[in-house]
C-alpha cells in the first residue's frame, strides 16, 4: 500500500519530474528501451499511415472505434483507477454532445471552443449528480448511474426546456474548423480523433504517475485505508468522476461534430455497458483499455461475415474473453519506485554486508528498486 | 375514485410481474452478489417460450383454457430454469473466484448472447399473443369493467411468492440457501454443498422469471426481443428498493414500484413514466441506502 504523502516520494528535492521519470522510463532495470516502447511507436506509425490502405467504410469504423477509445479511457479513470463502479457513462458523453449541439445551432459557436465548454458543462452535471451518491458501495452505485443514464435519456426524448428536440433530437452541427480546414471527410476526422486519443494517453499516463493518480490507486485498493492515510476519499471520488465526465462530454463534442444529427438513442443504458465491458475486458491499464475499446466496438465489424448471427458471436467472444483471462487483457503493472542515491548506496551495503557474513542468497530480488505492489 | 382503484389493479399486476423478476435478481444476488444482468434476457424468453409452446402443441385445442394455461407455465418454468442452469454452469461457474466485476461483463456477454439468439429464433418483430391464449373475460367491480386477467396475474404472482417464501423459510433446502447467503464458508463447513444450493438458485430464479414473462404476454400481448431490458432493469430496482438480497424485500418493492410507477404514471405525468422507477430507486438509497426490508451489514473494515 502506497500512501501518497510516503517519504520515499515527498521528501526528494525534484518530486514530480522523479516520479514522471521513474513511471515513463523503463522499469525493468536496463538502460536500453523497452520493447513497450517499440511497439507504441509502431503502432502510431501504423495508425499514422493506415487510412491510407483502408476504404471509407473502415475509416468510418475506426473513427467510432477512436471514439469508443477515448470514452473507454475517460470511463477507465472512474472505474479502473479509483474502481467506482460507473455505468452511468452515456450520460456525461450525452450532455456534452447536447450541449454542443445546443450551442452551436442556437448560437453558432464553432465546434472547437465548445470542446472545453462542452467538457465543462459534464463535469458540472458529474459534480452534482455524483455529490449525493458518491458514499454509495459498489452495486449500489452501479445501479444509480444506471438510473442516471435512463433518467438522462428519457428527459432528452421529453425534451426539457424546449432545448433538446425530444425524440428526434437535434440536426445541423457545424463541422470543426483547424486553421481554417473544415473536417468533414472520414479520414480528416481519423486524424482529429486519433491525435485526441493520443493526447489523452499521454495526459492520463502522467496523471495517473501523479500524486492523484497515486491517491486513486489506494482508494481502489482499499478506501478505509486510503481515509486512514489522510485521503480526502470523497473529494478525490468526486474529482475521478469529474475529470471522467469532462473527457466525455468533449468526446461527445466530437461525436456531434462527426454526426451533425444527434439524437437520444445514441446514449442508452447499452452504450455505457459496452464501455464498462471495454474498461474491464482491457483490464485497467491505458494500453488494455485502448485493447479493450478495439474489442468491444470493432469485434462486431470484423464478424460481420456472421451476418445475422455476429451479435450472437460477440456476446459468445465477450463470455470466454472473461472466462481465460478474469483479470482482463492487460492489468496495470505494479508501480515501481527507484530509491534515492543515498539509501541505494545503503541498501547495496547491506546487501553485500549479508553476502559477505553468510554467503547466502539476497532476499531482496530487485536489485536497486523498492518494489511496491499496487 | 374509479380511476384511482383501477389504477391500484393495474400496479398490483404489473407490481407482481416486477417482483417475480427481482425474486431471481435478489436470491442471485444473495448467494453470489452477482448482478445477473442475463435474467432480463431469460425473461424474455420464457415470454416467447410460453407463445411458442402453446401454438406448437395445439393446446388450445386439445384442453380447456384454464388447464392450458398453467401447463404452459410449467413447461416454460422447467425450460427456461434449465437455461439458467446451464448459463451458470458456462458463464458464471468460471469465474467464481475472479474479481465481481470480470463476471458482470461476461453477464453481459450471456446477456447479447441471448437477446441474439431470440432474434435468430423468432425474428426482430413484435410478437402477438393468440387470442386463444387471452380469453378477455371482463369482470365487472363495482360498476368497473376490469379484465379478469388482471386478478389471475396478482394472485399467480401472490400464490408463486407464498410458496417460495414457505420453502425459503420452512424446508431444509431453503434454509440451506438461507445460510449460504450469509456466509459461503460457514455454510461449507456445516456441510452444505454450496455448489448445489447456487446451481439451485439459479434454476428458481429464472424459473419465476420465465413465468414473468408469460404473465406479460398472458397480460398486454406484445412481447419483443427487447423488453427484458426495461422489465429487467425495474425487477433490478425493486430488488434494491426491497433490500437486495432479501426475498420478502423483493416481494415487497416490486409491488410498491409497480403502484408507484402505474400511479405516478396515472396522476403526475406519463412521459416520465419509465424514469420514476429511478428517481424512487435513487430516493431511496440516499435515504436508506439498505433498502425498505434490507439489514445494516457492518461495512468492510
Not at chain 1, 534515492?340 to 553468510?358: E, G, M, R
Not at chain 2, 383454457?65 to 398453467?70: F, N
Not at chain 2, 438461507?178 to 452444505?192: C, E, F, V, Y
Not at chain 2, 404473465?215 to 400481448?221: C, R
Amino acid at each position: 500500500m502506497i500512501n501518497p504523502n510516503s517519504p520515499s516520494t515527498a521528501n526528494s528535492p525534484s518530486t514530480a519530474s522523479t516520479a514522471k521519470k521513474i513511471c515513463s522510463s523503463a522499469t525493468y532495470g536496463s538502460s536500453k528501451m523497452p520493447l513497450y516502447n517499440y511497439i507504441l511507436i509502431a503502432l502510431v506509425l501504423v495508425m499514422s499511415v493506415l487510412p491510407q490502405f483502408m476504404d471509407a467504410y473502415w475509416v468510418a469504423v475506426f473513427v467510432s472505434v477512436g471514439l469508443g477509445t477515448l470514452l473507454s479511457l475517460s470511463l477507465n479513470i472512474i472505474l479502473g483507477q479509483a474502481g467506482i463502479f460507473s455505468m452511468g457513462h452515456a450520460a456525461f458523453y450525452a450532455v456534452g454532445a447536447y450541449v454542443t449541439a445546443i450551442l452551436n445551432t442556437r448560437y453558432g459557436i464553432p465546434i472547437l471552443y465548445l470542446l472545453p465548454i462542452s467538457g465543462f458543462a459534464s463535469a458540472f452535471f458529474a459534480m452534482i449528480v455524483a455529490r449525493p451518491i458518491i458514499h454509495l458501495r459498489g452495486d449500489y452505485l452501479l445501479m444509480v448511474t444506471i438510473g442516471i443514464v435512463e433518467i438522462v435519456r428519457i428527459a432528452l426524448v421529453n425534451d426539457i426546456g424546449g432545448l433538446t428536440g425530444g425524440a428526434n433530437g437535434l440536426f445541423g452541427i457545424s463541422r470543426p474548423e483547424i486553421f481554417d480546414i473544415k473536417i468533414k471527410k472520414g479520414e480528416q476526422f481519423y486524424y482529429m480523433i486519433w491525435s485526441f486519443v493520443g493526447v489523452t494517453v499521454i495526459l492520463f499516463h502522467w496523471l495517473n504517475c501523479s500524486r492523484f493518480g497515486r491517491a486513486l490507486s489506494c482508494i481502489k485498493e482499499d478506501d478505509v485505508a486510503a481515509e486512514g492515510c489522510g485521503i480526502n476519499v470523497t473529494r478525490y471520488k468526486l474529482l475521478a468522476f469529474m475529470i471522467g465526465a469532462f473527457w466525455a462530454g468533449m468526446a461527445g463534442t466530437l461525436f456531434a461534430a462527426k454526426m451533425t444529427i444527434i439524437s437520444p438513442g445514441s446514449f442508452t443504458f447499452w452504450d455505457s455497458v459496452l464501455l464498462f465491458a471495454a474498461v474491464i475486458l482491457g483490464g485497467g491499464s491505458q494500453a488494455g483499455v485502448i485493447l479493450g475499446a478495439f474489442l468491444v466496438f470493432g469485434l462486431p465489424e470484423i464478424f460481420r461475415s456472421f451476418a445475422g448471427a455476429r451479435m450472437l458471436v460477440f456476446g459468445l467472444a465477450l463470455m470466454v474473453m472473461m472466462i481465460i483471462r478474469p483479470q482482463g487483457i492487460i492489468p496495470p503493472r505494479p508501480r515501481h519506485y527507484k530509491l534515492s542515491k543515498a539509501s541505494q548506496n545503503k541498501v547495496d551495503y547491506a546487501l553485500s554486508q549479508i553476502q559477505d557474513s553468510k554467503d547466502a542468497q539476497p532476499t531482496c530480488s530487485v536489485h536497486g528498486k523498492g518494489e511496491e505492489n499496487l | 375514485m374509479e380511476l384511482f382503484i383501477q389504477q391500484v389493479i393495474n400496479g398490483l399486476a404489473i407490481g407482481g410481474i416486477y417482483a417475480l423478476v427481482a425474486l431471481g435478481y435478489t436470491m442471485v444476488y444473495g448467494v453470489l452478489k452477482l448482478i445477473n444482468f442475463a435474467h432480463g434476457d431469460l425473461f424474455t424468453i420464457g415470454a416467447y417460450l410460453g407463445m411458442t409452446v402453446f401454438v406448437s402443441f395445439g393446446l388450445g385445442g386439445i384442453v380447456p383454457i384454464w388447464i392450458a394455461i398453467p401447463l404452459v407455465a410449467l413447461m416454460v418454468m422447467g425450460l427456461v430454469a434449465v437455461l439458467g442452469g446451464l448459463l451458470e454452469r458456462a458463464a458464471y461457474r468460471p469465474l467464481r473466484n475472479a474479481s465481481r466485476l470480470s463476471a458482470v461483463v461476461s453477464a453481459v456477454g450471456a446477456s447479447i448472447f441471448f437477446q441474439n439468439a431470440i432474434i435468430l429464433l423468432w425474428g426482430a418483430n413484435y410478437y402477438v399473443y393468440p387470442e386463444a391464449m387471452r380469453p378477455s373475460v371482463i369482470i365487472d367491480l363495482f360498476g368497473m369493467g376490469v379484465p379478469l386477467i388482471r386478478f389471475i396475474l396478482i394472485g399467480a404472482s401472490i400464490l408463486l411468492m407464498l410458496v417460495l417464501y414457505w420453502f425459503i423459510h420452512r424446508t431444509k433446502t431453503g434454509t440451506a440457501i438461507r445460510a449460504a447467503a450469509i456466509d459461503q464458508g460457514a455454510a461449507k463447513l456445516m456441510g452444505i454443498n454450496v455448489n448445489r444450493i447456487i446451481s439451485l438458485v439459479f434454476l428458481i430464479g429464472p424459473g419465476l422469471g420465465g413465468v414473468a414473462g408469460l404473465m406479460v404476454g398472458l397480460a398486454y400481448g406484445q412481447i419483443d426481443f427487447s423488453m427484458g431490458f426495461s422489465y429487467g432493469l425495474k425487477a433490478f430496482t425493486a430488488a434494491i428498493l426491497g433490500g437486495i438480497g432479501n426475498i420478502p424485500g423483493a416481494m415487497i418493492g416490486g409491488l410498491i414500484l409497480g403502484l408507484v410507477e402505474t400511479l405516478g404514471a396515472a396522476y403526475l405525468t406519463i412521459a416520465w413514466k419509465d424514469a420514476i422507477s429511478f428517481f424512487v430507486l435513487i430516493l431511496i438509497l440516499i435515504i436508506r441506502p439498505t433498502g425498505i426490508l434490507g439489514e445494516r451489514v457492518a461495512d468492510k473494515l
